[in-house]
């Protein structure tokens, strides 16, 4: 098991376990509209699959969301 933290908290996924995985489990909805940090830079979304997660890692799922002032 890798110990990461996921938007600020800790999780445990099994090894090896990749972006993409960790969005099936977190139950990503829309995952065309996030976007995903890992250690503070952002991964291309081509490369989720191929991303394996380490003991240590902090991923952040961006939002983003649309609206402001008409």
């Keep these: 098991m890798a110990?990461?933290?996921?938007?600020?908290?800790?999780?445990?996924v099994a090894n090896p376990t990749s972006l993409?995985?960790?969005m099936e489990q977190n139950?990503?909805?829309?995952?065309?509209?996030?976007?995903v940090q890992l250690n503070e830079?952002?991964?291309?979304r081509e490369r989720y699959a191929a991303t394996a997660l380490k003991d240590?890692?902090?991923?952040?799922?961006l939002y983003?969301?649309?609206g402001g002032r008409s």
């Design 27 to 35: 139950n990503i909805a829309q995952p065309d509209m996030v976007s």
């Design 56 to 61: 240590g890692d902090e991923v952040d799922f």
């Design 3 to 12: 110990k990461i933290t996921v938007n600020g908290k800790p999780q445990e």
């Design 20 to 22: 993409a995985q960790l």
């Design 64 to 66: 983003f969301m649309g």
């Design 41 to 44: 830079e952002f991964v291309q």
